[in-house]
């Protein structure tokens, strides 16, 4: 049996700030499932007109509290009735817009956090597509549009320290997550992208880093893991990460030696090694169509990716 220490959890949340250096937080919501995804959504369309006509602008950074979150016994429904496909897009729209009016989430205030999970959920509730985890179906590139935990935590490589602390350990896998973010307030996080094929997953996030606070320089480069996809059940997906590496820096040497060099570290390889086993991160897709899909972590995090 591997045993996991504070010790281990540390050292290996040193090694991902060292590496990543993601920045700033963004929100952890609760979740349920509508009795009456219609008719509900009808309604909810109708109390979000109402909320953005009282919108204020004030930009006081969400705080979800993780205790929240819903215990994940959730399943796939498949929506086959063709009369809730306007309903699907007007859910779209102001999902959409909520991403772009609290920057993917991060500065949603309480009433616009509960607002997000209504829509998230309902559309979950009106999924028109069967197998939605199925590569055909989530084959591609998205961009991550609104996120309700930490940007940074779409990335494999953090999806495999919370799956390798597993549930006993939880706690001590968000304190590591809060310190560092802590550790790198400094930094900002621009587009998060995924690319799914049959059996892989490639993240990329474009993070800009301040060697200091106060000073004005930053760091900039993409950040790009890959991770062995395998499709488990209609609506989930196993993975297991491969490797990470660095590419367009704007440190001119380094940029240069990485490019020429292709450099990549095993990250499954040094799991392997130091904890004894490559950990598996669990993602659930609960809904996806032609332009959006909806996917959860084993916290039942949600992430909403935009076809690309």
């Known amino acids: 049996m591997i045993r996991f220490h504070a010790c281990n959890v540390t050292m290996l949340f040193r090694l991902s700030i060292a590496l990543l250096a993601?920045?700033?937080?963004?929100?952890?919501?609760?979740?349920?499932?509508?009795?009456?995804?219609?008719?509900?959504?009808?309604?909810?369309?109708s109390t979000t007109t109402s909320l953005y006509q009282s919108m204020s602008t004030d930009d006081?950074?969400?705080?979800?509290?993780?205790?929240?979150?819903?215990?994940?016994?959730?399943?796939?429904?498949?929506?086959?009735?063709?009369?809730?496909?306007?309903?699907?897009?007007?859910?779209?729209?102001?999902?959409?817009?909520?991403?772009?009016?609290?920057?993917?989430?991060?500065?949603?205030?309480s009433d616009e956090k509960q607002l997000i999970v209504e829509l998230v959920t309902e559309l979950e509730a009106l999924n028109p597509t069967a197998e939605p985890?199925?590569?055909?179906?989530?084959?591609?590139?998205?961009?991550?549009?609104?996120a309700s935990t930490q940007l940074f935590r779409a990335s494999p490589f953090f999806l495999s320290l919370r799956a390798l602390a597993g549930d006993e350990n939880k706690a001590?896998?968000?304190n590591g997550f809060d310190l560092h973010e802590k550790a790198t307030s400094t930094g900002q996080i621009g587009r998060v992208r995924q690319t799914i094929t049959e059996d892989e997953l490639i993240s990329e996030v474009d993070i800009s880093v301040g060697?200091?606070?106060?000073?004005?320089?930053?760091?900039?480069?993409?950040?790009?893991?890959?991770?062995?996809?395998?499709?488990i059940l209609p609506e989930e997906w196993d993975i297991r990460v491969k490797g990470t590496s660095v590419k367009n820096s704007n440190v001119p040497i380094f940029d240069q030696l990485l490019d020429d060099m292709d450099l990549e570290l095993p990250v499954g390889s040094v799991y392997e090694q130091v904890m004894g086993k490559?950990?598996?991160?669990?993602?659930?897709?609960?809904?996806?169509?032609?332009?959006i899909r909806i996917t959860r972590d084993q916290d039942e995090n949600f992430y909403v990716w935009t076809r690309m």
Do not use: H
Request: proline fraction near 6%; include cysteine; glycine fraction near 4%.
């Open 60 to 109: 006081i950074p969400s705080d979800y509290q993780a205790d929240d979150l819903s215990s994940g016994d959730q399943t796939v429904i498949v929506d086959e009735d063709e009369s809730d496909e306007r309903i699907r897009e007007d859910l779209k729209r102001e999902l959409l817009l909520m991403a772009s009016t609290t920057d993917r989430g991060e500065f949603a205030r």
């Open 211 to 231: 060697v200091l606070p106060g000073i004005p320089v930053r760091v900039k480069g993409t950040v790009v893991t890959t991770a062995a996809l395998e499709v």
């Open 133 to 146: 985890a199925a590569a055909s179906n989530c084959r591609g590139e998205w961009d991550l549009c609104l």
């Open 172 to 174: 001590i896998a968000e």
């Open 22 to 45: 993601l920045g700033p937080a963004s929100v952890s919501v609760s979740a349920f499932v509508p009795i009456d995804p219609a008719t509900c959504a009808r309604s909810l369309l």
């Open 278 to 291: 490559n950990p598996t991160s669990v993602l659930r897709t609960f809904y996806v169509d032609e332009s």
